[in-house]
């Protein structure tokens, strides 16, 4: 066995809540007894899905001899789990780079006859080039208002600028100097019914879901654009779902690293489309 990064589990500070199961795809951790456990080391890829989903702090990484990560393994029981359990696991893969276990979770996908999804195989395909046309920056001019007074279902979009992904916006973005920002999980416009009259307009949107992407990147983007912008306020519409709530902490940090003073708001819309917070 050779030394390598993995998940440790502190059982002093494990409540057993067990938020840590679905943000682990691979399989690498059970509840037993009240506590988490690394079931095999085999599953664990040491990447760290998982770590900013416990509310405790009770994972960390070590580095220690460890059985190699084993993609084909791995895949075995990712599949068992159906297509949104697949692509949450190669998307988590690409994120990283780690480009031969994505060649081998595809291999795994096709021996076993399975249909792969559009969704996976432009994951499998690598990151868009940078002269992409879906990643070009745009500042939306204000439309004039005019005296007729719409229907709901004619209603103009609030959307100031593109893109709105909080990977493909550049921390340079002009629309980011003295925003109001507003920050949804990807969820949020789907269940919110007045989500651009209410939440959106006069503010720039910040998109993302802080349980299928990689929350490090988040926080290294948002430390960028709080250092070279004047970021006036901060709204964060989420989910009630327990997994949106990891926003939240990495935001709380980012302010306070950043020295300045950026007011803070929370909004919680439930699962049936209600505001609750």
């Known amino acids: 066995m050779n030394k390598r990064k993995i998940i440790k589990i502190d059982e002093n500070k494990c409540t057993g809540c067990g938020l840590c199961i679905p943000n682990c795809p691979e399989g690498a951790l059970q509840i037993i007894d009240g506590k988490a456990r690394l079931i095999s080391d085999l599953f664990c890829d040491g990447l760290g899905a998982c770590i900013g989903h416990c509310p405790e702090g009770a994972i960390v990484f070590e580095e220690r001899e460890a059985e190699p990560y084993n993609e084909k393994k791995v895949m075995e029981n990712i599949v068992k789990q159906g297509k949104n359990t697949i692509i949450a696991h190669l998307k988590h893969l690409k994120e990283h780079?780690?480009?031969?276990?994505?060649?081998?979770?595809?291999?795994?996908?096709?021996?076993?006859?399975?249909?792969?999804?559009?969704?996976?195989?432009?994951?499998?395909?690598?990151?868009?080039?940078?002269?992409?046309?879906?990643?070009?920056?745009?500042?939306?001019?204000?439309?004039?208002?005019?005296?007729?007074?719409?229907?709901?279902?004619?209603?103009?979009?609030q959307l100031r600028h593109w893109p709105v992904q909080i990977m493909l916006v550049p921390a340079l973005a002009p629309f980011l100097q003295d925003a109001d920002l507003l920050i949804a999980a990807d969820c949020v416009p789907f269940a919110y019914a007045d989500f651009h009259n209410?939440?959106?307009?006069?503010?720039?949107?910040?998109?993302?879901?802080p349980k299928l992407d990689n929350i490090s990147v988040y926080e290294e983007k948002f430390n960028q654009i709080f250092k070279n912008n004047n970021v006036k306020t901060i709204t964060y519409v989420r989910m009630e779902v327990p997994c949106c709530f990891g926003m939240v902490p990495v935001l709380k940090k980012v302010i306070s690293d950043s020295g300045k003073h950026i007011p803070l708001k929370e909004i919680v819309i439930s699962i049936k489309g209600e505001k609750l917070k």
């Not at 559009?118 to 992409?132: F, K, N, R, W």
């Open 97 to 157: 780079n780690k480009h031969e276990y994505l060649k081998q979770a595809m291999e795994v996908l096709k021996e076993k006859n399975i249909d792969i999804p559009l969704e996976v195989v432009t994951l499998a395909s690598g990151p868009l080039p940078c002269g992409c046309p879906g990643s070009s920056v745009k500042d939306f001019k204000a439309k004039p208002k005019g005296g007729k007074t719409e229907s709901y279902s004619q209603q103009e979009s």
């Open 198 to 209: 209410e939440l959106l307009k006069d503010k720039v949107l910040l998109v993302g879901c």
